[in-house]
């Protein structure tokens, strides 16, 4: 009876899985210690941050101290283009929660009125 014998570089489906596996493995292993890595750094990495984020703003704000001058102040302007929004007078904020009221029922009544020749 003649045995079939594999040559002994020939590859088997079993040794191919183990070999896949075992390169996988190595994959996950340096995924691993790459992400071991970066847990360990993170702290070192945040402080960075942190420290470029303060001295950015105070570079912004020497910067703005350094631009500022009377002439550019618009406080002091008197040549009636205001570019802040003038705030309404009690008066007017008075009459204008008024306003708003009578139209609140207005159309409370309007509502009413369509409801009980509608039928709804």
């Known amino acids: 009876m003649a045995m079939f014998r ?5 590859v088997t489906p079993f040794r191919q ?12 292993r340096d995924g691993l210690e790459k992400l071991e890595r970066m847990i360990a ?4 990495v945040a402080r960075r941050r942190q420290e470029e984020e303060k001295l950015r703003i105070r570079t912004i704000a020497r910067d703005s101290r350094l631009n500022a001058s009377i002439a550019q102040d618009k406080r002091y302007r008197n ?7 003038r705030r309404p007078l009690r ?15 207005a159309i409370a009544m309007v509502v009413i009125w369509l409801m009980s020749h509608l039928h709804f």
Not at 6 to 10: H, K, L, V
Not at 91 to 103: A, D, I, P, Q, S
């Open 6 to 10: 594999r040559s002994p570089g020939s």
């Open 17 to 28: 899985r183990r070999e896949e596996l075992a390169r996988r493995e190595a994959e996950l």
């Open 41 to 44: 750094e993170a702290p070192r």
């Open 79 to 85: 040549d009636g283009k205001s570019t802040s929004r």
């Open 91 to 105: 008066k007017e904020r008075r009459e204008g929660r008024l306003l708003f009221l009578v139209l609140v029922i």
